[in-house]
């Protein structure tokens, strides 16, 4: 996707950005190639262009495109599940875009706490513009302390729009419940 000219895009939008045009051009191509909002701020330091993600987000919306992936949800179903295989447990945590069942991210980890539930979010929100959703989550105190402490609306929901990430979880262990039947030889 970065193939063609920097001219294949206009910025007619900027009125008194302090950014150089060239460096908006490359932190738009960068992201709409499919860096992270973080990755493509990242970049843009190394090249002495501090900015932050939101930034690089408002050029990406202003200059009316894009990315393929990456989102801004106004909702995200949030949720862990322990993962079985044999006599080991993992803990997976996912977020799930209602409106879309897309999976927006998803973290396995061999222990499920608050610290782990922190560290998952902050990826989330290293990935997608999440800080304005309201976050659908089940009666978990680890995990509403945690968007708490992030500082993320939250709303306690049993079923409706939850059940997106319910679905997923699943479906998931459907798949390694198989997969773990026809290789119970091999290592987790």
């Known amino acids: 996707?970065?193939?063609?000219?920097s001219d294949c895009f206009e910025l007619d939008f900027v009125e008194r950005e302090a950014t150089p045009e060239p460096a908006m051009k490359l932190g738009?191509?960068?992201?709409?190639?499919?860096l992270s909002l973080s990755d493509t701020v990242s970049i843009l330091d190394r090249l002495g262009v501090d900015r932050c993600r939101t930034t690089v987000h408002n050029w990406v919306q202003k200059a009316d495109l894009q990315p393929l992936d990456g989102a801004n949800p106004d909702h995200v179903a949030v949720d862990e599940?322990?993962?079985q295989l044999n006599d080991q447990r993992f803990w997976l945590y996912a977020a799930?875009?209602?409106?879309t069942n897309r999976l927006l991210h998803v973290k396995l980890s061999p222990t499920r706490n608050q610290a782990i539930t922190e560290m998952f979010l902050a990826e989330l929100r290293d990935k997608h513009l999440v800080d304005?959703?309201?976050?659908?989550?089940?009666?978990?105190?680890w995990l509403q302390a945690a968007l708490h402490r992030h500082g993320l609306?939250?709303?306690y929901e049993k079923h409706g729009n939850?059940?997106?990430v319910e679905r997923v979880f699943r479906e998931l262990k459907r798949r390694t419940n198989q997969f773990s039947n026809c290789f119970s030889h091999a290592e987790a």
């Open 1 to 5: 996707r970065l193939d063609g000219g």
């Open 28 to 34: 738009i191509r960068l992201h709409l190639a499919g």
């Open 81 to 83: 599940t322990v993962i």
């Open 96 to 99: 799930v875009d209602p409106d």
């Open 132 to 141: 304005d959703a309201l976050f659908l989550v089940d009666s978990a105190p």
């Open 153 to 155: 609306d939250y709303r």
């Open 162 to 164: 939850r059940n997106a």
